[in-house]
């Protein structure tokens, strides 16, 4: 029996350990209004509130970092991740260590013309040996005299061919369409590669001008679709690479010439300056968050009653802001409040009159006064404050306990205790009542106020009285005087 209550004990302080603790979490959706534009992590309430024990947590999402900039609570809002870590983020990085795409065929790029007179002795060598097996002689006599001829011709093209350096420019204007002529020399090379350094430069300007012209269009919508950018971003990396290895190759192909043109070089740096521009958009893009937000804020055993979050949003280039408040109600656990008003009380000093008056009593005169109760009521009222103990419920009212004091009009102390009713979130009115605790005076035990019996209360003529500690009955009205408690959270 000792085993399985200790195994128990065991699996129950177990189990207290590898809790989670649950976070309320309010996500805040920053494009166009929506119904559901402030949403919450607790699915059976839509209001601004959340259980005191929670820790709470604010989100920003879908926010414009493009349009505007974006504060919570005095903190700037930073949508972009830190892009020191971007291997996109240094261009040079990139250049050395991207590796060039190689075109098809390239190391088979060569003159035309010994491609074609090689096809040609290919196809004669063909016929020549078909002549040699149908005993053809005049036709294998006539082929023989063209083979040598054509090889004669092959040899002399080879010994006199220039040796190409453009061949990836020549390779990257052919994929585009372009109708080029296998260069014969340096000044025809050369035009190739300025030739493909050209349509290099209208494709990548392209590309910057595409990402130019989103990125305005990002900047005037509020609606920022972030899946419809992501698809974008991805295409504009995508071309980049792609255009940059390309690049990289026509690059190496400048500097197979012992003296790049002037015109190469212009180029070459026209570009750079532009794949630069590119780098920094595309950096900037992939760096962008969807969502940002404050760490949990804890306020549990806080004597708060509401979180404040404030949101504000400046458009770029504007100074002024616009400034959204939220305010999260907290529920659960105990609120103490200082209240203070005026009271209604049972317990009040009686007062009392004398009336000379003689009457004879066994024939003995009999002069001394009698005594009666001045009617005053049965209530007083006083001023005075309490504490007002009550239960979070986040709501416009609700029910308290009250411990307080009041002073009378004529000055008199009293102690409170009671329930009452909050009604309010902000500006506060509690109505209680319960007991009243005080001295009140009244006529001394030995004397009644009958009206009848006749007293010897001496020449002045003063009623005796005593002071009792009695009880009663009080209800009061009160405001609370303290402002509702907030948290602003600081991360």
Not at 215 to 220: D, K, L, T
Request: aromatic share 10%; glycine share 6%.
């Amino acid at each position: 029996m000792k085993t399985k209550i200790t195994l128990l004990l065991f699996v129950c302080i177990s189990f207290n350990i590898n809790a989670q603790i649950k976070t309320k979490v309010l996500t805040l959706d920053l494009s166009k209004p929506q119904s559901e534009t402030l949403t919450s992590s607790d699915t059976t309430d839509n209001r601004l509130v959340f259980w005191s024990k929670e820790p709470l947590q604010f989100q920003l999402i879908n926010g414009n970092p493009f349009r505007y900039k974006y504060v919570i609570n005095n903190k700037m809002v930073n949508f972009f991740e830190d892009q020191s870590n971007n291997p996109l983020s240094n261009i040079e990085k990139v250049l050395n260590s991207a590796s060039p795409k190689k075109a098809e065929n390239e190391s088979d790029v060569q003159n035309p013309a010994i491609a074609n007179t090689q096809s040609l002795i290919h196809l004669l060598e063909v016929e020549k040996s078909e002549d040699s097996i149908n005993r053809n002689t005049k036709n294998l006599k006539l082929n023989t005299i063209k083979l040598n001829q054509l090889k004669l011709e092959l040899k002399d093209i080879i010994q006199n061919s220039y040796k190409a350096k453009s061949t990836s420019s020549y390779l990257f204007l052919t994929k585009f369409g372009n109708d080029v002529v296998y260069p014969q020399n340096i000044e025809e090379d050369q035009n190739i590669v300025l030739d493909a350094l050209s349509l290099m430069k209208s494709k990548i300007e392209g590309l910057y001008n595409s990402i130019v012209n989103d990125e305005m269009a990002f900047r005037s919508d509020d609606d920022f679709d972030f899946v419809t950018f992501k698809e974008k971003r991805t295409n504009y990396n995508n071309n980049y690479q792609e255009f940059l290895q390309e690049y990289l190759s026509i690059k190496s192909d400048v500097k197979k010439f012992t003296k790049p043109t002037e015109a190469m070089q212009n180029a070459e740096t026209a570009l750079d300056t532009t794949i630069t521009k590119i780098n920094e958009k595309i950096v900037l893009f992939f760096n962008i968050r969807r969502d940002n937000y404050i760490m949990p804020i804890d306020v549990n055993g806080k004597n708060i009653d509401v979180v404040e979050i404030t949101v504000k949003r400046f458009e770029h280039n504007n100074l002024i802001p616009e400034e959204f408040n939220y305010n999260i109600w907290a529920k659960g656990g105990f609120k103490i409040d200082i209240s203070g008003g005026v009271y209604i009380t049972s317990l009040v000093d009686k007062e009392y009159t004398t009336v000379d008056k003689t009457e004879t009593v066994n024939n003995v005169p009999v002069s001394g006064k009698i005594i009666f109760e001045k009617e005053k009521g049965n209530y007083d009222f006083g001023f005075g404050s309490s504490i007002n103990i009550s239960h979070r419920s986040a709501g416009w009212i609700n029910p308290t306990l009250n411990v307080g004091a009041l002073f009378t009009a004529n000055q008199k102390f009293q102690l409170l205790t009671g329930l009452g009713l909050i009604l309010g979130k902000q500006e506060r009115i509690i109505f209680s009542g319960g007991l009243s605790m005080g001295r009140i005076d009244t006529i001394a035990q030995n004397i009644k106020a009958d009206g009848t019996t006749i007293y010897d209360i001496g020449v002045g003529g003063q009623v005796p009285v005593e002071s009792i500690f009695s009880f009663g009955g009080y209800f009061g009205i009160t405001y609370n005087f303290s402002k509702t408690k907030k948290q602003t959270p600081t991360n």
